[in-house]
């Protein structure tokens, strides 16, 4: 019943923000003890780990993007957002938000974003 959607600019110049929001159906994002996840994927590449941000409102970043990545949440929305700033082309990914569990396992995904970084 979970449903999550990403939304944001398909095209981002490099040196500029990325901004994504993802709205969550059917699931408070304040429920506890769910994490509320950004992952990518580049082209031809896996899977990486962005940040989450808690039900709580606290926030946790990949340690190889922390100094670049802000994740907010609007709880009246039930929506929570990607900053990811000073963006170059290897910023080019598909970005998901994703549920989180405590187990470190993703049980709900949206359905995936292109974000091109390209002058």
């Known amino acids: 019943q979970v449903q999550l959607q990403e939304s944001g600019p398909g095209l981002v110049k490099p040196s500029q923000t990325l901004s994504l929001t993802c709205t969550v159906s059917d699931e408070s994002i304040t429920t506890n003890y769910y994490y509320w996840s950004w992952i990518r994927q580049p082209p031809g590449k896996g899977l990486e780990w962005i940040g989450y941000i808690a039900y709580s409102g606290s926030t946790y970043y990949s340690p190889s993007l922390k100094s670049r990545t802000s994740i907010s949440r609007d709880t009246s929305k039930n929506q929570f957002t990607l900053q990811l700033s000073s963006v170059t082309p290897e910023d080019t990914a598909v970005y998901y938000c994703?549920?989180?569990?405590?187990?470190?396992?993703?049980?709900?995904w949206g359905q995936g974003t292109q974000v091109t970084v390209s002058s």
């Open positions: 994703a549920r989180l569990l405590d187990g470190n396992s993703y049980d709900y």
